[in-house]
Protein backbone atom coordinates (compact mmCIF):
# COMPACT_ATOMS: atom_id res chain seq x y z
CA UNK A 1 0.00 0.00 0.00
CA UNK A 2 1.53 3.46 -0.91
CA UNK A 3 1.45 5.90 1.39
CA UNK A 4 2.56 9.74 0.79
CA UNK A 5 3.29 11.55 3.68
CA UNK A 6 3.67 15.93 2.87
CA UNK A 7 4.72 18.24 5.63
CA UNK A 8 5.89 22.01 5.49
CA UNK A 9 2.69 23.94 4.65
CA UNK A 10 1.71 27.15 6.03
CA UNK A 11 0.97 30.61 5.77
CA UNK A 12 3.74 33.75 4.49
CA UNK A 13 2.96 37.20 3.20
CA UNK A 14 3.46 37.85 -0.29
CA UNK A 15 6.53 37.29 -1.49
CA UNK A 16 7.82 34.85 0.51
CA UNK A 17 8.21 31.29 0.51
CA UNK A 18 7.56 27.67 2.14
CA UNK A 19 9.22 24.41 1.34
CA UNK A 20 7.24 21.06 0.80
CA UNK A 21 8.44 17.86 1.36
CA UNK A 22 6.85 14.29 0.81
CA UNK A 23 7.82 10.76 1.48
CA UNK A 24 6.74 8.15 0.03
CA UNK A 25 6.55 4.75 1.09
CA UNK A 26 5.49 1.24 -0.09
CA UNK A 27 5.64 0.08 -3.50
CA UNK A 28 5.74 2.96 -6.31
CA UNK A 29 7.73 0.87 -8.66
CA UNK A 30 5.18 1.53 -11.22
CA UNK A 31 4.83 5.20 -11.22
CA UNK A 32 7.19 7.65 -14.03
CA UNK A 33 7.04 10.80 -11.53
CA UNK A 34 6.76 12.06 -8.48
CA UNK A 35 4.98 15.40 -8.43
CA UNK A 36 2.57 18.35 -6.87
CA UNK A 37 -0.48 19.19 -7.43
CA UNK A 38 -2.37 21.93 -6.25
CA UNK A 39 -6.44 23.09 -5.78
CA UNK A 40 -7.13 26.66 -4.97
CA UNK A 41 -9.94 27.64 -3.52
CA UNK A 42 -13.06 27.36 -5.83
CA UNK A 43 -11.06 25.78 -8.19
CA UNK A 44 -10.33 22.22 -9.76
CA UNK A 45 -6.89 20.68 -9.01
CA UNK A 46 -4.26 21.09 -11.40
CA UNK A 47 -0.98 20.39 -11.89
CA UNK A 48 1.89 22.73 -10.20
CA UNK A 49 5.17 20.56 -11.11
CA UNK A 50 6.23 16.36 -11.73
CA UNK A 51 9.42 15.18 -11.63
CA UNK A 52 10.69 12.22 -13.76
CA UNK A 53 11.81 9.09 -11.39
CA UNK A 54 13.87 7.59 -14.36
CA UNK A 55 15.78 10.91 -15.08
CA UNK A 56 15.05 13.62 -13.13
CA UNK A 57 13.67 15.93 -15.97
CA UNK A 58 10.83 18.06 -14.54
CA UNK A 59 7.86 20.21 -16.49
CA UNK A 60 6.32 23.04 -14.72
CA UNK A 61 3.04 25.06 -14.98
CA UNK A 62 3.63 28.37 -16.46
CA UNK A 63 2.97 30.01 -13.48
CA UNK A 64 5.42 28.61 -11.55
CA UNK A 65 8.02 28.58 -13.77
CA UNK A 66 11.48 30.47 -12.60
CA UNK A 67 9.66 30.84 -8.97
CA UNK A 68 9.19 27.00 -7.77
CA UNK A 69 12.02 24.57 -7.66
CA UNK A 70 11.03 20.45 -7.68
CA UNK A 71 13.77 17.73 -6.53
CA UNK A 72 13.96 14.62 -5.40
CA UNK A 73 15.74 12.11 -3.09
CA UNK A 74 15.34 8.78 -4.82
CA UNK A 75 16.87 7.43 -1.64
CA UNK A 76 14.48 8.44 0.54
CA UNK A 77 11.54 8.18 -1.86
CA UNK A 78 10.86 11.82 -1.17
CA UNK A 79 10.33 14.88 -3.14
CA UNK A 80 10.77 18.29 -2.41
CA UNK A 81 9.27 22.03 -3.63
CA UNK A 82 10.88 25.09 -2.62
CA UNK A 83 8.29 27.67 -3.80
CA UNK A 84 9.44 31.27 -3.90
CA UNK A 85 8.08 34.79 -4.42
CA UNK A 86 4.66 33.17 -3.42
CA UNK A 87 1.56 35.23 -4.52
CA UNK A 88 -1.95 35.29 -3.67
CA UNK A 89 -2.45 33.02 -6.66
CA UNK A 90 -0.32 30.26 -5.28
CA UNK A 91 -2.98 29.39 -2.20
CA UNK A 92 -4.42 26.48 -2.19
CA UNK A 93 -4.30 22.53 -1.25
CA UNK A 94 -1.37 21.31 -2.34
CA UNK A 95 -1.04 17.71 -2.75
CA UNK A 96 1.64 15.58 -3.25
CA UNK A 97 1.57 12.61 -6.01
CA UNK A 98 2.74 9.45 -7.96
CA UNK A 99 1.82 9.64 -11.38
CA UNK A 100 1.96 7.55 -14.26
CA UNK A 101 2.61 11.00 -16.45
CA UNK A 102 2.64 14.46 -15.50
CA UNK A 103 -1.11 15.28 -15.26
CA UNK A 104 -3.71 15.42 -13.02
CA UNK A 105 -5.53 12.45 -15.22
CA UNK A 106 -2.19 10.35 -14.34
CA UNK A 107 -2.48 10.77 -11.31
CA UNK A 108 -2.25 6.84 -9.44
CA UNK A 109 -1.65 7.81 -5.54
CA UNK A 110 -2.40 11.00 -3.91
CA UNK A 111 -0.93 12.56 -0.44
CA UNK A 112 -3.57 13.81 2.29
CA UNK A 113 -2.75 17.42 1.09
CA UNK A 114 -0.98 20.57 2.64
CA UNK A 115 -2.70 23.97 3.02
CA UNK A 116 -0.46 26.78 1.72
CA UNK A 117 -1.84 30.23 2.45
CA UNK A 118 -0.32 33.78 0.94
CA UNK A 119 -1.25 36.45 2.50
CA UNK A 120 -1.22 40.03 0.63
Known amino acids: QVQLVESGGGSVQAGGSLSLSCAAS????????MGWLRQPPGKERERVAC????????YYRDSVKGRFTISRDSAKNTVYLQMNSLTSDDTGMYYC?????????????WGQGTQVTISS
Open 97 to 109: ATLKYCATTGVEH
Open 26 to 33: GDIGSSNY
Open 51 to 58: ISRSNGGT
